[in-house]
């Protein structure tokens, strides 16, 4: 498909669907939905790269719903499936569904960390639409709650985190559940040799939509490295909170207990800190992520897989505590700032034991990311000892690229006008993307 569609208008949406689009603010269409939507219209298969933050979910959700409409059911059947790697993934691709849809299809979200009953509920019910996470729905195949023999479309939404997550055996279940004839859409941000052996396994002569540069970050995300001991990495953030070098921050950590612990001591520091994991309830997750939208804390410590799929507005930092041991984690944790037209900025506190995870990421990248060292925290050793190693065809880059178009949508739907060149919003306004 052409890039030149300017207006959802041009996409083939029937008038219903674009009243929906216009009151969630659209204005037109980002890459992935001009590519994605009349491919996903006229029936295809698709194999779609596109990170969070691109619109993703209206470029699936608008077209299903369109197709769904178009062929009613006679039944209280399955006919959707979408598969996600999170709970709170699931919930908001399920309210993208019940807002775009003015609840004219039902639809109902599939996740662990909370009772069988309201979902079995739902099932018995009837919907159209399932989201769900593939544990859970495992979980109510086996108790006979879910009929997946009518499923018309499976939808994978961040594939490659799922396979990240070691749910690849769980898909593979799912898949033999499903009946042989379908539309099946697969959206990755990545495509590691195990997303393309499931892709070909999967997918029917599809359409191919790649809308964001393999393993690149944003342009709108400025980057930049603190050298600092690691003995001194929670001292020096608390500096640059006080010093208002960071305003609001999502803040990466390896592991649930050093989530944990970095949040109890930045709290005892002063700073209003929560961690959400997964460990975490999902009342616990949503308190969390509440509180930080709210300015009531300014600092959200996450893991990885905790801070998958959440979509913070307006996020002025991304703050690598720890550096990611895969280098292109770390493409995902920046991909949380710079989005919708506004600039975002990367931290990085780096100690020497880290530098070997510093030059991967820097190889990822094809350029070195810029280094500042903050006085009074100067470190012992230094983390590059040697220079990086670029391969064939790279070549270093600006620290950061021109800004976004004018009008940028994200999966959010809020429309931010006058190119949003705005360095450090004073705060967040943290969502659940869609």
Known sequence: MSFSARAFSDLGLTPDLLRAVARQGYTEPTPVQREAIP?????????????????????????????????????????????????????????SVRT??????????IYGGVGFGGQSGALRRGVEIVVATPGRLLDHTRQGT?????????????????????????????????????????FSATFSNQIRILAEGLLDRPASVQVTPRNTPTDLVEQVVHPVDR????????????????????????????ANRLAEQLNRDGIATAAIHGNKSQPQRIRALADFKAGRVL?????????????????PHVVNFELPMVASDYVHRIGRTGRAGITGTAVSLVCVDEGPL??????????????????????????RPEPIRLRSGQHAGQRRAQPAPRHDVGDRGRVRFGGGRRRRPRRAAGTFSR
């Open 100 to 109: 775009y849809s003015g609840g004219s299809v039902r639809s109902t979200a």
């Open 39 to 95: 491919i996903v219209l006229a029936g295809r298969d698709l194999l779609a790269g596109a990170q969070t933050g691109t619109g993703k979910t209206a470029a699936f959700v608008l077209p299903i719903l369109q197709q769904l409409a178009a062929r009613p059911a006679r039944d209280r059947r399955i006919r959707v499936l979408i598969l996600t790697p999170t709970r709170e993934l699931a919930m908001q691709v399920e309210e």
């Open 299 to 315: 600092l959200l410590v996450a893991t990885e897989v905790a801070a998958r799929g959440l979509d913070i507005e307006a996020l």
């Open 146 to 186: 879910i009929d997946l023999r009518g499923i018309e479309i499976l939808v994978l939404d961040e594939a490659d985190r799922m396979l990240d997550m070691g749910f690849i055996r769980d898909i593979r279940q799912v898949l033999a559940l499903l009946p042989d004839r379908r539309q099946n859409l697969l």
């Open 358 to 383: 510093l030059r991967d990421v820097e190889r990822l990248l094809g350029s070195p990311i810029p280094s500042e060292v903050i006085a009074g925290f100067e470190p012992n050793r230094d983390i």
């Open 231 to 258: 003995e001194r990495k929670r001292e020096l953030l608390t500096h640059l909170v006080r010093t208002r070098v960071i305003d609001q921050a999502l803040v990466f950590t390896r592991t649930k207990h050093g």
